[in-house]
């Protein structure tokens, strides 16, 4: 079983659109929750992070955390062309080296 | 602020050889984490330097080594280069053993 799963997609929505990307974890050890933005090509770029249980906003993203779940989303507000990325989620261990464990990223396009 | 920096960009190397790939970390920060990206996954974790010293350890084979130095820059080396090892090996920094670690533009290796 892997740690962190993602749905490997596409997830298509279209502009304007919210977009609701979902990932969920095994290790209930696992503090803290982020998300990275990749562009094809590129390395990653850390667009949230959260820690506790609840909603997290910074502009037109929200992280949110459900740890008796083991249930980490990420929603994009009126989504835009530049968003059309693939987005990892990664759980924080502690310990063994203080690792992010990563899913394998949905891909997602937003389309005109 | 200086991001993290890589080098070389790309590489291509014959299957045997060796390896070395270079980080300097973000301006401030004292950790370096490296990881592994093969196409169409998450990046996989290495390990990380800590104070010039390992701080944990993924899984991989001991022919991944590395170095940290007291600027805190860092280096991996691979020995003995496979063909599963081509990917794309991406360095994070991260202040002290804090939780979000940033990447830089990583490095491509190709072995053939």
């Known amino acids: 079983q892997k740690e962190v799963e993602q749905n490997s997609g596409p997830l298509s929505v279209p502009e304007g659109a919210i977009a609701s990307l979902n990932c969920t974890y095994s290790d209930r050890g696992s503090q803290s929750f982020f998300w990275y933005r990749q562009y094809s090509g590129k390395s990653p770029e850390l667009i949230m992070s959260i820690y506790s249980n609840g909603d997290k906003e910074d502009g037109r993203f929200t992280a949110q955390l459900n740890k008796a779940s083991q249930y980490v989303s990420l929603l994009i507000r009126d989504s835009q062309p530049s968003d059309s990325a693939t987005y990892l989620c990664a759980a924080y261990h502690e310990g063994g080296g203080n690792k992010l464990t990563f899913g394998t990223g949905t891909q997602l396009k937003v389309e005109l | 602020e200086t991001g993290v920096t890589q080098s070389p960009t790309h590489l291509i190397k014959t299957r045997g050889q060796q390896v070395t790939l270079r980080c300097s970390s973000q301006s401030g920060h004292n950790t370096v984490s490296w990881y592994q990206q093969a196409l169409g996954q998450g990046p996989q974790f290495i390990f990380q330097y800590y104070r010039e010293e390992e701080n944990g350890r993924g899984n991989f084979p001991p022919r991944f080594s590395g170095l940290q130095f007291p600027n805190y820059s860092s280096e991996l080396n691979v020995n003995a280069l496979e063909l599963d090892d081509s990917a794309l090996y991406l360095c994070?920094?991260?202040?002290?053993?804090?939780?979000?670690?940033?990447f830089g533009p990583g490095t491509r290796l190709t072995v053939t």
């Open positions: 994070a920094s991260s202040v002290g053993l804090s939780y979000e670690q940033y």
